[in-house]
């Protein structure tokens, strides 16, 4: 017996319903909504763009 497939940790409907949660969350996050991932907006899109390579990281965390 495939252990894997024995018993759902969710159903398909459950999964299709907290992808939906989660990507409506991400959105009222970034659109500074009230949201269970709370976000701080990144001002790095306002820099002007010029000629050339380069790379820009915005790394960080949230704590309780």
Avoid: C, W
């Amino acid at each position: 017996m495939n252990k894997i497939n024995s018993y759902p940790l969710i159903s398909s409907e459950g999964l299709k319903k907290a992808a939906e949660d989660f990507k409506k969350d991400l959105i009222m996050g970034l659109s500074n909504q009230t949201s269970s991932l709370p976000m701080i907006l990144n001002p790095i899109h306002r820099i002007p763009a010029h000629p050339g390579s380069g790379v820009a990281v915005s790394i960080g965390s949230f704590s309780f």
